[in-house]
């Protein structure tokens, strides 16, 4: 196939396969927010009339600049459109210079990661991270633009860590305040219980790093001699299984900042055979729902892979089909189609307020006696979390990153208020309103 040919069966693709009517239906089934993985030649091909085409030099991809030429303008078309339909967008770099794993989802096939290893790899991780400087600063301007993750399903390397800690900082320097103050999302290598911890330690009111977590259950033995309803039983929010657990743990190392970038409903038809459930379709969908109560309890997000597929129904891998079929629910929204009813929430919101701020003075006051508290920063943290919850539930969402945005919160309340050693009561009280928020939206 001819460079012209191939581009212009891209571009088919790329204009038609996700179309206007897609966007409307998933703002009707309750998303917000999708992940869009690009590779680096996506974007460095056509970005800027080619501003950015020297940066392909020397890489797998610089001979097809003409293919990709015209991928940056569908990309940006895709951004405006999610805007239009009130969704915001998580941009991520699935492929970078060299490859970052082994899979072909990194846009390589010759199963080297040489963004690790190799004699080019200290050079590949230069470029790529020159490459997530642009690309943040390409994304600025777009406010529906949530987060830019720097790297999808990264090999557990030994230099991760440090290549993590360089991209955030050449970001957090970038000329472009608005791209200074993106929110970064850090594939854990599948070493999450670390990973988590790194973000929940380095993340400050300027800098949100946001921890992405895959699940899957369908790709290693263990996983295939495990029943359909052993699975959702391990990952019920409503039980006690061992995923569940670790779910809770790991949200909370990372103090909330966790999101599930990817997972399915797919299973190994091994595990259907071992399921004493004789419709496949209802063990599928235990296992779907199952997941889905886990992600919306223990995380700031998730996002089903993948909206559609080419060829026949899926309802494993294709998230149309298993609403269609019943294995998802119809809609995402947790409410489901509910409308929340705003007087009923302030009301429950002022008594919270009542009954948290009486017991968060009597219990310090009792525990360091003669001590001048400031408690009323408690309750001004209490009533700005209840202002700005009552604002996500009016637009059709929720708090997701609740420590991040009381970060933000505390540092502008510092500014206002000047320094205290008792800051730290006007964070309790943000958080505390934050969660009686959620518990009043469901109330």
């Known amino acids: ?41 996506h974007f460095l091909s056509g970005a800027d009339q080619g501003r950015f085409a020297s940066l392909l030099k020397g890489t797998e991809f610089e001979k097809f600049v003409p293919v990709y030429q015209g991928a940056w303008q569908y990309i940006l078309q895709g951004i405006e459109k999610a805007r239009a339909n009130n969704i915001g967008v998580l941009v991520d770099l699935h492929g970078a210079p060299g490859g970052q794993n082994k899979d072909g989802h990194c846009g390589l096939s010759n199963k080297k990661s040489a963004l690790w290893t190799g004699l080019h790899s200290s050079k590949h991780q230069r470029v790529t991270i020159e490459i997530l400087v642009d690309l943040a600063e390409a994304l600025a301007g777009f406010d529906n633009v949530i987060g830019l993750e720097l790297l999808n399903e990264p090999e557990n390397n030994s230099g991760l860590e440090s290549f993590y800690t360089k991209a955030v900082a050449a ?35 300027g800098s949100p790093l946001i921890l992405d977590h895959h699940v899957y259950r369908c790709f290693t033995a263990q996983d295939h001699n495990i029943s359909a309803e052993q699975h959702a039983q391990n990952i019920d929010p409503n039980g006690d299984g061992h995923t569940a657990r670790w779910l809770h743990d790991v949200s909370n190392k990372a103090h909330g900042s966790l999101i599930i970038g990817e997972w399915s409903g797919a299973l190994n038809p091994r595990s259907f055979e071992l399921s004493k459930i004789q419709s496949k379709l209802q063990a599928r969908t235990l296992w779907s729902k199952a997941q889905w109560m886990a992600f919306e309890r223990f995380t700031a997000g998730y996002y089903y892979w993948t909206l559609k597929k080419e060829g026949g129904p899926d309802p494993g891998w294709c998230l149309y089909t298993a609403m269609e079929k019943g294995s998802m629910p119809p809609s995402l929204d947790p409410l489901q189609g509910r409308r929340p009813d705003l007087q009923k929430i302030q009301g429950l919101l002022q008594q919270e307020l009542k009954n948290s701020y009486e017991g968060h003075c009597h219990y310090w006051d009792s525990q360091v006696g003669g001590s001048k508290f400031e408690h009323w920063r408690y309750e001004r943290g209490f009533e700005l979390a209840a202002k700005d919850a009552l604002q996500f539930i009016q637009s059709g969402s929720e708090i997701g990153l609740s420590h991040n945005l009381s970060l933000l919160r505390l540092a502008a309340h510092e500014k206002e208020t000047g320094g205290s050693k008792y800051l730290w009561e006007f964070e309790h009280g943000y958080k505390a309103g934050a969660a009686a928020a959620a518990r009043a939206l469901y109330a």
């Open 1 to 41: 196939m001819s460079p012209e040919d191939a581009r212009k069966m891209l571009e088919q693709h790329w204009g038609n396969f996700i179309n206007d009517g897609d966007w409307k239906w998933m703002a009707q089934h309750g998303i917000n927010s999708v992940r869009l993985p690009i590779g680096y030649f």
């Open 171 to 205: 970001i957090r320097e970038s000329s472009v305040p608005q791209a200074r103050q993106l929110p970064i999302y850090l594939g854990d290598a599948w070493d999450t219980k670390h990973y988590a911890g790194y973000v929940g330690d380095n993340t400050t009111s």
